[in-house]
C-alpha cells in the first residue's frame, strides 16, 4: 500500500483508502464509513467520526493529518446576509458570505487566501496573496455555508459563486477539484449548472476551460469595455486585452454551450456615460453572453472611486435594455458588515 504518513487524508480516494484499511487488519467498509465524514458529514476531526471506535479514530490520526477550514467569526446583516470569517489550519484567514433571497441560497466562496491582481476598486486587491485554498480547503467553505443556511434559513444551498476572495483561474486545478466533489453524488451532489465561476479575465485558462469542457457557468467581470479604462481599474487587462478575453469567452461557448455572464460595477465619471453603454453593447453583441449584471458599487477605505446617482444607474440600463442587452441591476447585499461586492478583506 503506497500511502503516505501524515499526507492530508482528503487527497485519498476510496480505493487508496479501502487499501489503508485493509493493510491495518480492518474492515474494508470502514473505509466508506471515512470517507462519508469526510465528503458528507463535514468531519472537522477524526474525533467526530463517532461511529468508528476509539482506537480506529486514534490510528488515523497517527497516519493522516484532516486540516479542515474552522469557523473563526461570524457577522449577520440587517438584510439577512450572513459573513464568516474561517481560519485555516496554520491561521490564515479566508472570507465566504451566505447570501439568501425568497427563491435561492447562494454561497459566495474564496479561492486564494488574498490576491495578486490588484484591481483598484477591490478590497482583496489591496491585500497580499498568502497561497491558493487546497481543493478541500474550498468545499468546506461550501460546506459550513451549507450548514449555516440549513440552521438559519431551512434549506440547503441552491447556489454557489466563485467571487469571493482571490482570482479562482490563477487556482483553477484546485477549483475544479473542489466543484467536481461538490457535485459528486458522493459529495454534496450540488448539479455544477448551479455553480458560477468569476474571473478578471485570464485567457488562456478560459480557452482551456472550454477545451476541459466544464459543465459550470462562467462570469467575466469586465467594469469597462474598453482597454484603455479597463487597464487602469484591472491591471490584469494589460495581458488579457478585451479582443483575446472576447475571443476566449466565445471559444468556450463553443466547446461547452455553458451561461457567461458580464458583471459590470458602475463608477461614478468613470464607467458610468451613455458611451461607455454603447461600448458595452458592441461587446455584447460580439460574445455569445445571457447576462449582463449591473453592480452597485460598494466604496471600499483604499479607493478613490464612488457611486453614481440613481437617475445615472437606471439611465444606463435602460440604454442596455432598449438596445436588446439582457442586462439586470443586481442590489448589493450585506454592506453593512462588509460582506458586498469588492468588500471582503478580513475586517472583523
Request: aromatic share 8%.
Amino acid at each position: 500500500m503506497n500511502v503516505a504518513k501524515h499526507q492530508n487524508i482528503r487527497n485519498l480516494s476510496l480505493k487508496a483508502l479501502e487499501d489503508f484499511f485493509i493493510a491495518i487488519g480492518e474492515q474494508k467498509f470502514r473505509a466508506k464509513q471515512v470517507y462519508e465524514w469526510l465528503w458528507q458529514k463535514g468531519a472537522q476531526s477524526f474525533a467526530d467520526m463517532s461511529n468508528l471506535s476509539k482506537e480506529l479514530r486514534q490510528k488515523l490520526g497517527s497516519n493522516f493529518t484532516l486540516p479542515a477550514l474552522t469557523t473563526d467569526l461570524v457577522q449577520e446583516s440587517s438584510d439577512g446576509t450572513i459573513k464568516s470569517r474561517f481560519r485555516t489550519h496554520e491561521g490564515h484567514l479566508v472570507e465566504g458570505v451566505l447570501i439568501p433571497t425568497d427563491e435561492r441560497k447562494t454561497a459566495c466562496v474564496s479561492s486564494q487566501i488574498g490576491c495578486s491582481l490588484t484591481c483598484k476598486f477591490c478590497a482583496t486587491g489591496f491585500m497580499e496573496r498568502k497561497r491558493n485554498l487546497h481543493f478541500d480547503e474550498i468545499y468546506d467553505q461550501v460546506v459550513l455555508l451549507n450548514q449555516q443556511s440549513e440552521k438559519h434559513y431551512g434549506q440547503k444551498l441552491s447556489n454557489i459563486v466563485f467571487m469571493g476572495m482571490g482570482e479562482p483561474l490563477l487556482n483553477y486545478a484546485n477549483v475544479n477539484k473542489a466543484i467536481e466533489r461538490i457535485s459528486a453524488e458522493d459529495g454534496l451532489f450540488m448539479s455544477p449548472r448551479r455553480i458560477t465561476v468569476s474571473t478578471a479575465g485570464v485567457a488562456k485558462i478560459i480557452k482551456k476551460m472550454g477545451d476541459d469542457r466544464v459543465r459550470y457557468k462562467l462570469a467575466l467581470s469586465l467594469h469597462a469595455a474598453n482597454d484603455v479604462k479597463r487597464n487602469e481599474i484591472m491591471p490584469i487587462n494589460e495581458t488579457n486585452n478585451i479582443r483575446s478575453l472576447a475571443d476566449a469567452l466565445n471559444h468556450f461557448y463553443k466547446q461547452t454551450k455553458n451561461e457567461i455572464t458580464f458583471e459590470y460595477i458602475l463608477f461614478d465619471g468613470f464607467n458610468d456615460t451613455e458611451q461607455d453603454a454603447r461600448e458595452l453593447v458592441k461587446l455584447y453583441r460580439q460574445v455569445p453572453a445571457d447576462l449582463v449584471n449591473i453592480i452597485e458599487y460598494n466604496p471600499i477605505d483604499d479607493a478613490r472611486f464612488s457611486k453614481p446617482s440613481e437617475d445615472v444607474t437606471e439611465k444606463f440600463v435602460a440604454y442596455l435594455q432598449s438596445h436588446k442587452v439582457n442586462a439586470r441591476l443586481r442590489r448589493s447585499r450585506g454592506k453593512d458588515i462588509d460582506a458586498a461586492c469588492g468588500q471582503l478583506a478580513n475586517k472583523a
